[in-house]
């Protein structure tokens, strides 16, 4: 059987290479929404001379063909997730960890695009929303406990 980072590599067009196949199988099941340049950090240790244009221009293509997401939320720079069913995202500031929030949870009534047949003439297929805010960790180390928060944001 064929390694399935050969089949998707050949899908998009592009050219097997050890270096493409270990970016798809470095976010295979990652839920930390790596950035670009974490990826080239990771593939440095096993490719010591790949370049940074090799990772980028591959996880573009990767979003363009829509094997992977590439996601606006934070402000320094993309984030890519190999998940692709929609979901919503929660980005900490403090932090910068990009978390999943489950779909539905955060959508009113009217604009659920299930039952939404267009917004201003717009057909609607997808929403997604970014999130903003620090993180339950981040919200613990700078409190000691989660439910002293209101306490902290007031001093
Ligand atoms: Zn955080
Ligand atoms: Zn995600």
Redesign the pocket.
Known sequence: MEDPTVIELKEIGLKVTPQRQAILKLLNGDRT?PSAENIYHELLKKFPRISFATVYNTLSRLAEAEKIQKLDIDPNKKRF?P?TVP?H?FYCKLCGKVF?VVYDALLPANINPLNTKNVDGHQVDAIQVNLKGVCKDCRRKRCGKTDTIIVCKRR
Do not use: T
Request: aromatic share 0%; proline share 0%; charged share 35%.
């Open positions: 929404h997730d998940c979901h995202h999943d």
